[in-house]
Structures are given as structure tokens and as C-alpha cells.
T-cell receptor, first 112, second 114 residues
Framework: GENVEQHPSTLSVQEGDSAVIKCTYSDSASNYFPWYKQELGKRPQLIIDIRSNVGEKKDQRIAVTLNKTAKHFSLHITETQPEDSAVYFCAASTPGAQKLVFGQGTRLTINP | DVKVTQSSRYLVKRTGEKVFLECVQD?????MFWYRQDPGLGLRLIYF???????EKGDIPEGYSVSREKKERFSLILESASTNQTSMYLCASSLLTGGNEKLFFGSGTQLSVL
């Protein structure tokens, strides 16, 4: 079955700098790659997703890139702010699987 | 907005007890899921259901069972709780079947088994 590896497990950046979180997946048939953000004590929420027919997607300060050949995708956050501090999860799914497989999570801390 | 409600925020149980975790969603979603969240292990799928009375095993079903008697309600059952089931349990739902739909999560139940 699908396996998703996420790195790094923790990331600390200065406010205003950029942050990058990377995920690799094992099943080349995977076609949907969402990112979820979980603030401390709150539920995970979808922040951005990408499908396999595009290589990049942006939404204000966040972007996701997908490299199907290498089977990896990344979350990019620019001009980081304190409210970006959270745990971020990547995930992948294959057609017909009816479920998402999540990575291990990255705890992002933005230092003022 | 979609609301996914889990019955308890914190729960403390004894080893060997039967434990019920309840989840209700209010938007007529087809799919419902139970995940457990442990530090460094991410979100791992226990069971999911794509229809009333239907259930599918996830990646870590051992020691758990589920029940979906009504479309809006999905229950997770620990038949005989053990200390290694101490964890945060998250319920989620999605509108349609298939793995490429947005998940709406509940607030979670932190279960401690003593």
C-alpha cells in the first residue's frame, strides 16, 4: 500500500523567513496530495491540495509543488508569521483507495 | 460550515474496560473515518465507513471495532482497553466516497487508559 514519509519532523524559522516541508510517496498511481494544518489544541484543517495533473499551486503565502517523477511534493510558506506555528501533515491517496495516507507531521515554530 | 462533533474531549478509562467513542456529523457526508494521532507517527487510519452499516479496516484496526447504524453517526469501540491505546482519537468525514475529498475533522478525544 501507499507509504508517505515527511521531513523534517521539527522546523524552526525566524519570522519573515520561508519554510519548506517535504514529503515522499511510494505509489506512483497516487493522484491527490493535500496538506493539513493543526494548531495547538485544535482540529486539523485542509490548507491546500494539489492533484497530479498540475505541478504547482499557490494560495497567497503558501504553495505546493509536485514532482511525479521523483514522487515527492513540498509545502512552501513565505513571509512566515507567528500564526503559521502549527503541526503540518501531508497526505496522499490513490484512485479507488477511498482513504488518505498521512505523513508523520512537521512541527513548525516561527520565532519572533 | 460542516460540523463534526466528538462526544468527549477527554476520557480516562481502566485497562479491560469497554470504551465507546462517538462521532456525529451534520452535513449528510457519505464517508466517515477514525484516526489515532500519536507524536511522531502522524495520523493513522483505524477504520472507515462509506455507507450505513458498511465498514472497512484501515491500517491499524487491531483492538478496535466500529459501528455505523445511521449515516450521521460513527462509533469507535475498544472492546477491552489497553494502555497502548492511550492516544488522541480523531473522527473525520468527507462528502463523497473516494480518497481525494476534503476531510472535516472533529476536535478529538484524548483517551487515557490506566
Amino acid at each position: 500500500g501507499e507509504n508517505v514519509e515527511q521531513h523534517p519532523s521539527t522546523l524552526s524559522v525566524q519570522e519573515g523567513d520561508s519554510a519548506v516541508i517535504k514529503c515522499t510517496y511510494s505509489d506512483s498511481a497516487s493522484n491527490y496530495f493535500p496538506w493539513y494544518k493543526q494548531e495547538l489544541g485544535k482540529r486539523p484543517q485542509l490548507i491546500i491540495d494539489i492533484r497530479s495533473n498540475v505541478g504547482e499551486k499557490k494560495d497567497q503565502r503558501i504553495a505546493v509543488t509536485l514532482n511525479k517523477t521523483a514522487k515527492h511534493f513540498s509545502l512552501h510558506i513565505t513571509e512566515t508569521q507567528p500564526e503559521d506555528s502549527a503541526v503540518y501533515f501531508c497526505a496522499a491517496s490513490t484512485p479507488g483507495a477511498q482513504k488518505l495516507v498521512f505523513g508523520q507531521g512537521t512541527r513548525l515554530t516561527i520565532n519572533p | 460550515d460542516v460540523k463534526v462533533t466528538q462526544s468527549s474531549r477527554y476520557l480516562v478509562k481502566r485497562t479491560g474496560e469497554k470504551v465507546f467513542l462517538e462521532c456525529v456529523q451534520d452535513m449528510d457526508h457519505e464517508n466517515m473515518f477514525w484516526y489515532r494521532q500519536d507524536p511522531g507517527l502522524g495520523l493513522r487510519l483505524i477504520y472507515f465507513s462509506y455507507d450505513v452499516k458498511m465498514k472497512e479496516k484501515g491500517d491499524i484496526p487491531e483492538g478496535y471495532s466500529v459501528s455505523r447504524e445511521k449515516k450521521e453517526r460513527f462509533s469507535l469501540i475498544l472492546e477491552s482497553a489497553s494502555t497502548n491505546q492511550t492516544s488522541m482519537y480523531l473522527c473525520a468525514s468527507s462528502l463523497l466516497t473516494g480518497g481525494n475529498e476534503k476531510l472535516f475533522f472533529g476536535s478529538g478525544t484524548q483517551l487515557s487508559v490506566l
